[in-house]
């Protein structure tokens, strides 16, 4: 089934303490990027991948990093969280960013405290 | 960044009566997207624009995009409780390489 997976789905963590949330998809895409939703804010993206090794920042990238060294992996890593960064994450992929279906993860709801 | 402004926010409607969401750019997009989002789920492709002034339909929807690539909306013709959820915008700016979202409407239908 192709699909993109995110864990963990949910996360409680306290300031400071670096964590990693994982994206994986089945589906070859080159194509990845992550997204946080808050209310009335829509979905705002952190990062994007065009492929392998090929990462660049989103609207709101302050606070986050990504590595793409394989290209079904793409992985959110805070290295020090804040409160403000308490948010539902979703990781998405696509074949490319222009003129295809982009595929989302069930999300993943962090509590920085 | 963004230079989308997706409206309304919030629309509440009685079943059975039509709803539509706009979304208007400062700039030419090379296409628009829309999404739903169940409460709870997570974003779902409904269809792709591309065309100036195309229009595309799925049983109830409709979905336009302007003759300037502009501006796109999605129509819905005698909504149904199924239909509650966030609607999202989401679009190419010519030239760039990365898919950015409009900040969504939330449809609620009473029954």
């Keep these: 089934e192709a699909q993109v997976t995110q864990n963990p789905r949910y996360l409680i963590t306290v300031t400071g303490k670096k964590l990693t949330v994982t994206c994986s998809q089945n589906m070859n895409h080159e194509y990845m990027s992550w997204y946080r939703q808050d209310p009335g804010l829509g979905l705002r993206q952190i990062y994007y991948s065009m492929n392998v090794e090929v990462t660049d920042k ?41 003129n295809t279906e982009a595929f989302f993860g069930q999300g993943t709801r962090l509590t920085v405290v | 960044g ?55 339909k799925q049983k109830r929807l409709t979905f336009q995009f302007g003759e300037a690539k502009k501006n796109s909306s999605l129509h819905i013709t005698a909504t149904q409780t199924t239909d509650v959820g966030t609607y999202f915008c989401a679009y190419v700016q010519t030239g760039a390489n990365n898919l950015f979202f409009g900040t969504g409407t939330r449809l609620t239908v009473i029954p």
């Design chain 2, 2 to 56: 963004q230079q989308v402004m997706q409206i309304p926010q919030y629309q509440h409607v009685q079943e059975g009566e039509d709803f539509t969401t706009y979304c208007n750019s400062s700039t030419t997009l090379s296409n628009i997207q829309w999404y739903k989002q169940r409460p709870g789920g997570h974003p779902v492709f409904l269809i792709q624009l591309v065309k100036s002034g195309e229009v595309k």
């Design chain 1, 58 to 98: 989103g609207d709101v990238p302050e606070g986050y990093k990504v590595s793409r060294k394989e290209k079904r992996n793409f992985p959110l890593i805070l290295e020090s969280p804040s409160p403000n960064q308490t948010s539902l994450y979703f990781c998405a992929s696509s074949y490319r960013a222009l």
